[in-house]
Every structure is written in structure tokens, then in C-alpha cells.
């Protein structure tokens, strides 16, 4: 009995997984880049420094930590904005991505570009 819980975890975290893996994978198709490069470790660092627009080199600055931690939430915020998203909408990304991906992902959420257009609207579903 105690391996069914093991189990059932390992499916829910593969499905998690999943979820994300398909909704970066649908955020770079609708940026313009193939999707496959979302999967790739650290090539999808740089595609997606490339699609919010900032230098390769921000990849270094993830190797420090704590320093990772504010360039991750930056890196994020910036996703946000390029889909005319708010920062509330970006902190999302961070904490709570298994949701924030996929509606990012799979709403009606367009790429408009580095520093995309962004509405001023401070909500977090905005």
C-alpha cells in the first residue's frame, strides 16, 4: 500500500511536468521560435533571455545565488510584458507557474514584442 502513494506522486509530478514543458513550448511557438528549443536545458535560458530581450550573459547572473533569485522574478516579470501582461501577472510566473504557464500559454495572450505594450493595469490576471 505504501508504494501506491509513491506512485500516484511520481504521475501527478510527470503530469506537472508535462503541463509545463507544453506550455513553454506554446509561449516560444507564439514568440516566434520553435518550440522544441523550450525543452533544451540552458539553450532554453537563452531563447527565452532572446525573446524578453536581454543579454545572454543575464545566464551567468543565474549561476549566483540569491542573485538568481531577482533575475529569475526579472526574467519573468519581462515574460509578462512582452504577452502585455502586468508585473502582478509575471510574480505569478514565478510563484505559481503550473498555473500562470499554461494560461499564458494556451489564452489569447499575443507576443508584442520586447517591451511590450503594457497597460498600467496592476492586476494580477490582467
Do not use: C, R
Not at 533544451?40 to 549561476?63: E, S
Not at 514565478?94 to 494560461?103: Q, Y
Amino acid at each position: 500500500m505504501e508504494e501506491s502513494g509513491g506512485i500516484l506522486g511520481l504521475i501527478i509530478q510527470l503530469g506537472f511536468f508535462v503541463l509545463y514543458a507544453a506550455s513553454f513550448w506554446k509561449i516560444y511557438e507564439k514568440a516566434g521560435h520553435e518550440g522544441w528549443k523550450a525543452i533544451i536545458p540552458i539553450y532554453n535560458l537563452v531563447i527565452l533571455l532572446q525573446i524578453i530581450n536581454k543579454p545572454v550573459w543575464w545566464l551567468l547572473l543565474l549561476l549566483i545565488p540569491v542573485v538568481n533569485i531577482v533575475i529569475l522574478f526579472m526574467m519573468y516579470i519581462e515574460l509578462a510584458k512582452v504577452f502585455g501582461k502586468g508585473v502582478g501577472y509575471g510574480i505569478g510566473l514565478v510563484l505559481l507557474s503550473f498555473i500562470f504557464a499554461p494560461m499564458l500559454a494556451f489564452g489569447d495572450a499575443q507576443y508584442q514584442g520586447a517591451g511590450g505594450v503594457f497597460n498600467n493595469s496592476d492586476t494580477i490576471l490582467d
